[in-house]
């Protein structure tokens, strides 16, 4: 089955006429405003003249920060120095016309700077203001700076993250500011279906925090009615067996879950290992948990004899569920990610053609696209602000001020 195409007829994009002033730093806030750009939005990023830090995060390739390229797609970038007067003057005007604002500043920040809820949603009752922060904007550790390693400490994620025998392990990524951008996304788009009741907007409080938590299941609940606290398991699981990653016999790996009943008992008759198919405890996930060892060195010894593409290939004929461990390198060469689109590449305006991750969904009228690549350190700064009757004269005396 290959991708259903877009509608005969099909609109715009699902977004188009939505005005978005992202005000974030860094990653959750920014990301979030990236998604809604993807599929229509304008998309404004509002910087400091300095530039966003994430412009220097991670690998650049000729000074130019690749991360940034993906994170800033779809978007303009103004500069503009929020604690000047006429910073905030031009914000102002920016957010009365615009449908939603993203910031990331600590609590009180926009407020000192007369930029808060009451001043914006008083010239523009409509508005919808994001504000993404570590812990949210009330309670005692609000005003702590905060970033996702510290919500993914908190959350509980690093406690049940790594081998039994080892330390609490952080994600080489940032796991829960993916996850916050992806909630805060869905809670703008959740006001703005409020507001077409109600007529108004109203304030996202997001803390990182919370969608991280929120994501892993059942640990609360199980302390709460039990007092069980999960242990850490490496790459085991404590609900089912055998669930691993796999040496295989020319040194890459396989992941193995069996999740449902009937791929455990399928995986078992292919490694060889019926027998343990007829014992009461294999019955069901949390059992076989507890005979993980002898599961581990059932499945890990067949697969150690083989070569991974044999590996792959014997799974998917027992309809038993396997994948192989990928490297950036694989997902560029795999016939899977290429059929589903999910990477594009794109012609950017200083490091030419660019690949990374497309729209991650596709929607069949309005799928959304990737129309430009994070743009340079104030390319659209005279476009977007001579909206607002700011000419060449007064953006060349602002700039000469500090102000743009």
């Known amino acids: 089955m290959t991708a259903p195409a877009p509608l005969p007829g099909a609109g715009p994009d699902a977004l188009e006429g939505l005005k978005v002033l992202d005000a974030s ?20 990023k509002i910087e400091h003249p ?16 690749l991360w940034w390229k993906m994170l800033a797609r779809n978007k303009k970038s103004v500069t503009l120095v929020l604690s000047t007067p006429r910073g905030q003057e031009l914000f102002r005007e920016l957010a009365a016309d615009a449908d939603v604002v993203i910031e990331n500043f600590r609590p009180g920040t926009l407020e000192r700077w007369g930029l808060g809820w009451e001043e914006l949603s008083a010239r523009n009752p409509r508005l919808v203001l994001a504000r993404v922060t570590g812990f949210g904007q009330f309670g005692p550790y609000a005003s702590r700076p905060g970033f996702g390693t510290l919500a993914e400490a908190m959350s509980g994620f690093a406690a049940i993250t790594g081998e039994p025998d080892g330390p609490p392990t952080l994600p080489p990524f940032g796991l829960a500011d993916g996850v916050a951008a992806l ?12 507001r077409e009741s109600t007529g108004r907007g109203q304030v996202l409080d997001m803390a990182i925090i919370e969608p991280l938590l929120h994501l892993l299941g059942p640990q609360i609940i199980g302390y709460d009615q039990l007092g069980v606290l999960q242990p850490r398991t490496g790459n085991r699981s404590t609900n089912n067996a055998p669930r691993n990653t796999y040496r295989c016999a020319d040194g890459r790996w ?8 009937s791929i455990a008992e399928r995986v078992m008759r292919l490694v060889g290992a019926p027998e343990l198919i007829d014992e009461p405890w ?10 993980v060892e002898e599961l581990d060195a059932a499945v890990g010894s067949w697969i150690a004899e083989r070569d991974r593409d044999e590996v792959v290939e014997a799974f998917e004929k027992a309809e038993a ?7 950036a390198a694989d997902v560029l060469e795999d016939p899977q990610y290429a059929a589903l689109g999910s990477i594009v590449r794109i012609e950017d305006e200083e490091l030419g053609p660019i690949r990374f991750q497309n729209v991650p969904f596709r929607l069949s009228a309005t799928p959304g696209r990737v129309r430009s690549s994070g743009p340079r350190l104030g390319r ?10 700011v000419d060449a004269a007064e953006l060349e005396r602002l700039r000469a001020e500090g102000v743009v």
């Not at 294999?282 to 005979?291: C, K, P, V």
């Not at 569920?321 to 490297?327: E, G, K, L, M």
């Open 25 to 44: 730093t860094l990653f959750a806030g920014p990301l979030a405003a990236t998604l809604l750009g993807d599929h229509g939005a304008e998309v404004i």
């Open 50 to 65: 300095r530039g966003d830090p994430a412009r220097t995060h991670g690998v650049q390739r000729d000074g130019v920060g």
């Open 183 to 194: 909630t805060t996304a869905f809670g703008i788009m959740t006001a703005l279906r409020a």
């Open 254 to 261: 396989v992941a193995v879950s069996t999740s449902a009943q």
């Open 282 to 291: 294999f019955a069901s996930g949390a059992s076989r948990a507890e005979h």
């Open 321 to 327: 569920a396997v994948a192989p461990i990928y490297t």
């Open 380 to 389: 659209d700064t005279a476009e977007v602000l001579g909206r607002y009757g």
